[in-house]
């Protein structure tokens, strides 16, 4: 690998701003609070011994006598000038369009100016140093007389409060409430206000306590629930919620169109027929809006205060219309103003009809609720979206729903429920005529049509009350007028934004088109357009009656989120949750996510279940996709509280044999770089028990080990479906970091019990030292009480050379580059080299189909059951599933049968699936005499020649203490007949195994007289001369399996 060298430079002043430059020497210290936000280079400085130079920049757009020192900058703490002062701007992810972005000094920077001795800051070293802020500009973000414009913010009137209003209040309010009132009587109408308004309340209180707890962004309903849950949830609500709004502004329309064409067919003025004259109103209304859309958020904004203007004036109007005196026409229609006996008539239900029951005038009055979440929807064009949301939309609540109160009582106490409109049934003074109801108390006689049903007028029987109750009767169709337009400029505004913000996040392929912004205030003018046509198409089809109920159910699902995502935040106790809002409770939140659930299923329990198909579709897909986003959501926050529950309650459990699992600590190095090492562990670990990729970093190992290449690791490990964890430890040696690492490794019971390592195939090559090194490490593993597992590849496990070679060859064109840009040449090849490391999707044959293969079992000696636990392990997996596991043991050729039962019992008490057992009768001969020589060729260099050094003892004792991994002839005498047995066994291997697709052998325990190199040794011969990989493993002779239940 090659070696990167960082390189810190100055910038090339070339690339800043234009403007001009100032120096001063000795440049005193200064202390403001104002921030040059035209400023594009806070300063650059080089403290020498004596003097200091300042320099500052001055942009077109400022004062010729304005300086910005370098104390403007960074105010020093009086520890250090190196260290900074706490400011608002380090802890901000990205600065604004155009202003400066600073950082504070690194820790290393700080530490080196302490060791250096240092008082002065080396700013050429630093953090904060040279060109520390720099300006972000996106393109053509500045015009050509270098005035930007700013984009253009609401306050909470405006922004919040007047749109939720305008939302909340629709057709309902004028065309069914009095209707409700009749049917429900004022009572019961009162408790579905109350009913409806607890929901948006306790939402809002959530939305209120979200909002408040960080910066909230554009996006409203979704960017809360994705940052607070994150894009499993988030990416289906926006997509669902976005569509519910599109939805809105087409019912909106198509209710400002239908009244439209009822005035039409009053006056005789209609176009072509009543569907298409619906369609072509519906069309053309809706583009207008769009095109006020399309002016910019200021123009919308003056729009909405219109309406709302309009609105104000037919309340009033139908207040003022309560109090003057009822003519005789409208007391014939059933108006008599404020009368205690029609109050009292009214206040108890009078249900009629199929749709008469409560929960039927239920689910008819709360989509008129609905709309507390428009001001939070435009949540990037508001000035503080923390404060202006939980403000502005409690204040909209509490408005929209005295109003609701008002025109109820009010209808419910100046209108009868019946009434003809006839004026000749009023009533004489001297009347004989039979006379029922409250009508006759009132001087009219409306019997006649209450007993046929046939009334035409009074609460229960007209759409039109308010038109009949108010002062001048136009002003409620303006009413209406203003209501439908301004929730259907609404939903049309409403929409894009949160669509936008959905396809900035890239959680879905193939809408990014939809997410770039234009303008000062970024307008989706993209997502306009589609919002239009999706709008624009259920106008066309005007049989909104199927869908309009999904609308409702998107609704009340975005609520349930926003709750769930408050109760979520609040029981996971993270310390990242601290909304400024304190008028909230978790238990209110969980109530208000349960009753909208409820409340889905009560309204329309088809359009629920339409509802929640959509979100587990869209929720599955973005689980599948795991996109590459981290917003610090709470469901973060519940699995570690949930892992240091469950790893704490761990803690306490005895172990037992039945639970055992291979927990294995990894030395893989960086894993990529062995990555059929990673591949076989995780293999049989992974959803079965903990894997730990150590690195142990050596004194001479110039990998990088900041956070950033940790993090690329466990990226390359998640990518390649590694479910693992990557520890790195700088450790002096092999042995001292996985001494540590096994001593330090894991949590609790969490803990690995085996060691897995490569084979080390350079033994003969190394030092002796590294070989040394290498199998005490094996002793201390066995010290530990820990398990060994060796992996050995016919090609080796290290792919660095390969990979290198690879990336020489990409860059062989570089060589002609220019001397002048040669280093920059170099460090880019250097990085390039190894991003191609570290992206390169290198197979291995654990990632491939074994098929029919066999897995041979030499089980030597008796472990605990490692040795079988493995390959149990891996014929579980898909890729494993059609090989059969082989079990060879050691037997005489006289109880070779004997042997062969017994074993099969032992497996099969086991509950082992295993094919065959075949008993090796003739592991006892002697190996040929050629693979003997192989053997003893192999140790020729460790050998120490005693012979030729008999006349110098001294000699003799100060090679064995220089080199204890020399095998002196007493040792090799001593341990000839193991290591002739170790040349048979591979014998038998060979013969036997040549075609498997894994073989496992057990591993031999070393020993204190046996010296390294001939140890290291007898695992080359036990694994040499095969095609498929062969793993020496070892169990600590504790027992790994039971045929016992308890």
Known sequence: ???????????????????????????????????????????????????????????????????????????????????????????????????????????????????????????????????????????????????????????????VMIRCMLNIWGVILFLRL???????????TWVIIFMSVLVTSVTCLSVSAISTNGRVSSGGAYFMISRTLGPEMGGPIGVVFSFANALGCALNTVGFAETVRDLLIEYNAVMVDSINDVRIIGTITITVLLLISLAGMEWESKTQILFFLVLMVTFVNYFVGTVIPATPEEQAMGFFNYRADIFVENLFPDWRGSEGNFFQMFAIFFPSAIGILAGANISGDLKDPEIAIPKGTLTAIFGTTM???????????????????NLNDSLPVNFSSPCEGLGCKLGWNFTECEQSQSCSFGLSNSFQVLSLVSAFGPLITAGVFAASLSSALAFLVSAPKVFQCLCRDNIYPYIGFFGKGYGKNSEPLRAYVLTYFIALAFILIAQLNVIAPLISNFFLCSYALINFSCFHASITNSPGWRPSFKYYSKWTALFGSVISVVLMFLLTWWAALITFGIILFLFGYVTYKKPEVNWGSSVQAGTYNMALSYSVSLAGVEDHVKNFRPQCLVLTGPPNLRPALVDFVGSFTKNVSLMICGDILMDDDES??????????????????????????????????????????????????????????????????????????????????????????????????????????????????ESDHSDSSERESDIETSNHIMSDDVRTVFQNKQGKKTIDVYWISDDGGLTLLVPYLLSRRKRWRKSKVRVFIIGQHQT???????????????????????????????????????FEDSVASFRL??????????????????????????????????????????????????????????????????????????????????????????????????????
């Open 945 to 1046: 020649r005693e012979g030729q050094q008999q006349g110098d003892f001294t000699s003799v004792q100060q090679q064995r203490t220089e080199g204890p991994w020399k095998i002196s002839d007493k040792q090799m005498d001593a341990l000839r007949l193991k290591s002739e047995r170790k040349v048979r066994l591979n014998e038998i291997i060979r013969r036997n195994s040549k075609h498997a697709a894994l073989v496992l052998v057990s591993l031999p325990v070393p020993q204190s007289d046996c010296p390294s190199s001939l140890y290291m040794a007898w695992l080359d011969t036990l694994s040499c001369g095969l095609h498929c990989p062969v793993l020496l493993i070892r169990g600590n002779q504790q027992n790994v399996l039971t045929f016992y239940c308890q």
């Open 704 to 817: 990088p080990t900041s956070h950033q290449n940790t993090d690329k690791l466990v990226k390359w490990l998640n990518c390649r479906k590694v479910r693992s964890f990557y520890t790195p430890f700088k450790g002096d040696s092999l042995r001292e970091g996985a001494r540590h690492l096994m001593q330090a490794s894991g949590l609790g019971k969490m803990k690995p019990n085996t060691l897995v390592l490569g084979f080390k195939t350079n033994w003969k090559e190394c030092p002796p030292n590294s070989v040394e090194d290498y199998v005490n490490t094996i002793y201390d593993t066995f010290d530990s009480n820990y398990g060994v597992s060796i992996l050995r590849m016919v090609d080796g496990l290290d792919i660095t050379e390969e990979l290198q070679c690879e990336a020489n060859q990409a860059f062989e064109s570089d060589e002609a580059i």
């Open 896 to 934: 070779m049968e004997e042997d062969r039962k017994e074993m099969m019992v032992l497996l099969r008490r086991f509950r082992l699936d295993v094919r065959d057992v075949i008993v090796m009768t003739d592991s006892q001969r002697p190996p040929f005499p050629k693979n003997l020589k192989r």
């Open 403 to 421: 109003s609701y109160l008002a025109i109820s009582v009010t209808a419910g106490a100046c209108v009868v429920r019946d009434a003809s409109g």
């Open 1 to 159: 690998m090659g070696h990167h060298f960082s390189k810190r430079r100055m910038p090339d002043l070339d690339s800043l701003p234009q403007g001009r430059f100032s120096f001063s020497e000795e440049a005193p210290p200064q202390y403001s609070s104002s921030r040059g936000e035209q400023t594009a280079v806070r300063n650059i400085q080089a403290r020498g011994s004596s003097s200091e130079v300042s320099i500052s920049m001055e942009t077109p757009g400022q004062q010729p006598d304005r300086r910005v020192s370098g104390q403007e900058g960074r105010r020093p703490s009086i520890y250090s000038t190196m260290d900074a002062v706490p400011h608002l701007e380090f802890y901000s992810n990205a600065t604004a369009t155009g202003r400066l972005r600073r950082s504070r000094p690194s820790l290393e920077t700080l530490r080196k100016v302490f060791e250096d001795g240092k008082t002065g800051s080396n700013m050429e070293d630093s953090g904060t140093g040279s060109l520390s802020a720099i300006r972000e500009q996106d393109e053509g973000e500045n015009p050509a007389d270098g005035k930007i414009k700013q984009p253009v913010r609401f306050g909470w009137v405006t922004g």
């Open 178 to 188: 009095s209707w409700i009132t009749s049917q429900a009587g004022i009572i019961l």
